[in-house]
């Protein structure tokens, strides 16, 4: 299946982003592309579980998840060895029209992954420089 077949050309993203910058400033499927890309560049052996969900209620989905991983390098700041198993969590919502998601509001506790590599400091410890 391809991502065109699954998101709507005006698929847009509501995202708190860490480096603060507008997540709806780029909509259609080209919006998430970069994101996969680059959570493969960094990540090996992903595997993600779904905790609790999908919940559906009309036209949305929502669901909580886990990624676990093993890091593989290339974070800035990251100051764990490749191979650092990781593992954090996040919630989605999806709105759903005419058998595509059009809009995705996604809230990922990226500060407890990016804890775990030593890139920030955390509740499992501080940064390591």
Request: proline share 7%; net charge negative.
């Amino acid at each position: 299946m391809q991502i065109k077949e699954i998101l709507d050309p005006g698929f847009v993203v509501h995202q708190a982003r860490p480096d603060g910058s507008d997540s709806e400033a780029v909509t259609g499927p080209e919006r998430l592309l970069p994101e996969i890309e680059q959570t493969m560049a960094a990540f090996g052996d992903i595997s993600i579980t779904v905790d609790l969900g999908p919940i559906i209620d009309g036209d949305l989905i929502s669901a909580r998840w886990t990624m676990r991983a093993t890091y593989t390098g290339g974070i800035p700041q990251a100051t764990a060895p490749v191979g650092t198993d990781v593992s954090f969590s996040g919630n989605d919502i999806l709105r759903v029209r005419d058998g595509r998601f059009v809009e995705y509001w996604t809230c990922t506790d990226i500060l407890d992954g990016l804890s775990q590599l030593g890139a920030v400091s955390g509740p499992n410890g501080p940064a390591h420089h």
